[in-house]
C-alpha cells in the first residue's frame, strides 16, 4: 500500500527559530499532498493544499510567509514554520493520496509532527 | 455550511459490538472516509464508501445513506486496542475531505 513518511516525529525548538517538516511518499508519487494541523482533543484542520511545482493554496487564516510550503518533486513536500511562537505547538500532519489510486485506499496520512516551540 | 456531528465519547466493554454513528451536511459529496486515530498518531485508513449500504471488512462495517445524510462505524468482537477516536469524514465536490473532532472510544475489561 501507499506510504507516507513525514520527518522528525516530534521537534523541540526555541521561540524565533524556524523548524522544517518534510513529508515523501515512499513508493508512489504525489502531484498534492495536505498539512494538517491538530490541536489537542480537536479536529484535523487543513492548512494548505501543496501542488508539485507549483504554489500552494493556502486555507483562509492561515499565513503564508509563516508557513513555507515547499513541493519540488512528486516525492517530496516540506513545511517550514518560520519564526515560531508558543502558540505554535502543535501536531502537524501530511497526506497524499497516490496518482490513479483506487478510492478505496483514501489519503495515506504520515505519521505526524509533534511541535513544542518554547 | 459543512458540518459533521459525532457523539464525543463512548465506553464499550471488550468482545462486545459498537457502532458509532455520524450525520453530516456537505457541498456535494463524493464518498465518505472512517479514519482510526490512536492517542499522539496519526490517522489510519479504515473504510470508504460512496454507494448507500454496508461495507464489511472484518471485525469493522460502515454503513452509508446519503439521502440522509448518515453513516454509521460497526465494530465487532471489540478488542483492547480499540480504543482510539474514529473520525468520520465526508468528501465534498472538490475532493477535499471535511473532519470532525471524532468520537473518542474507550474499551472496558
Known amino acids: 500500500g501507499a506510504v507516507v513518511s513525514q520527518h522528525p516525529s516530534r521537534v523541540i525548538c526555541k521561540s524565533g527559530t524556524s523548524v522544517k517538516i518534510e513529508c515523501r511518499s515512499l513508493?508512489?508519487?504525489?502531484?498534492?499532498m495536505f498539512w494538517y494541523r491538530q490541536f489537542p482533543k480537536q479536529s484535523l484542520m487543513l492548512m494548505a493544499t501543496?501542488?508539485?511545482?507549483?504554489?500552494?493554496?493556502?486555507e483562509q487564516g492561515v499565513e503564508k510567509d509563516k508557513f513555507l510550503i515547499n513541493h519540488a518533486s512528486l516525492t517530496l513536500s516540506t513545511l517550514t514554520v518560520t519564526s515560531a511562537h508558543p502558540e505554535d505547538s502543535s501536531f502537524y500532519i501530511c497526506?497524499?493520496?497516490?496518482?490513479?489510486?483506487?478510492?478505496?485506499?483514501?489519503?495515506?496520512f504520515g505519521s505526524g509532527t509533534r511541535l513544542t516551540v518554547v | 455550511g459543512q458540518n459533521i456531528d459525532q457523539p464525543t465519547e463512548m465506553t464499550a466493554t471488550e468482545g462486545a459490538i459498537v457502532q458509532i454513528n455520524c450525520t453530516y451536511q456537505?457541498?456535494?459529496?463524493?464518498?465518505l472516509f472512517w479514519y482510526q486515530q490512536h492517542a499522539g498518531e496519526a490517522p489510519t485508513f479504515l473504510s470508504y464508501?460512496?454507494l448507500d449500504g454496508l461495507e464489511e471488512k472484518g471485525r469493522f462495517s460502515s454503513f452509508l445513506s446519503r439521502s440522509k445524510g448518515y453513516s454509521y462505524l460497526l465494530l465487532k468482537e471489540l478488542q483492547m486496542k480499540d480504543s482510539a477516536s474514529y473520525l468520520c469524514?465526508?468528501?465534498?465536490?472538490?475532493?477535499?475531505?471535511?473532519w470532525g473532532a471524532g468520537t473518542k472510544l474507550i474499551i472496558k475489561p
Open positions: 497526506s497524499a493520496r497516490a496518482q490513479g489510486e483506487g478510492a478505496n485506499y483514501g489519503y495515506t
Open positions: 513508493d508512489f508519487q504525489a502531484t498534492t
Open positions: 501543496s501542488n508539485e511545482g507549483s504554489k500552494a493554496t493556502y
Open positions: 456537505t457541498s456535494g459529496f463524493n464518498g
Open positions: 464508501n460512496v
Open positions: 469524514a465526508p468528501m465534498d465536490s472538490n475532493y477535499q475531505l471535511i
